[in-house]
């Protein structure tokens, strides 16, 4: 069985492997920012259904939806960039607008949104905002533990 291609955007070198793509900031292009996360991961070895490859997802889905939802400037698009190195996995989505920080609140129970960074935070093993380097708007990251390619991990709940 042949493995499929690296997406588009996917380096490999010793130190690990990157993978960038721009999306539109749109929920279409959320989408397909969240869907190539699982896809490259499965082609890392990390399959779909490991933790790695759910989590990134999740994490992707929300950092994602976030910069299209506050960071949209029309015209502009949104950058994700996943790097796997040393055991880690580090995921950055990137916008135009610097001055919507993410910021964690307290969602009330009858509010169908707000709750996405707690998710961020649970999931992931740090994360922060940092100002983009040679353009404008800011960066959110989140660094997740990967594991050994090709582990299988779950995130079901233990019987």
Known sequence: ???PALP???ASDAAGTTFKLRFTATPRGARLARRLTAYCLDSWGHPYGSALNDHASLVVAELAANAVTHGRVPGRD???RLALSDGRLRVEVSDTRGECRPALREAGEDEEAGRGLLIVGAL???W????RTGAPGKTVWAVLPAGAPGTPGTTDAPS
Request: charge should be neutral; hydrophobic fraction near 50%.
């Open 1 to 3: 069985m042949t493995l």
């Open 78 to 80: 949104a950058l994700l």
């Open 124 to 126: 992931a093993e740090r």
């Open 8 to 10: 588009v955007g996917t």
């Open 128 to 131: 922060g905002v940092t100002p």
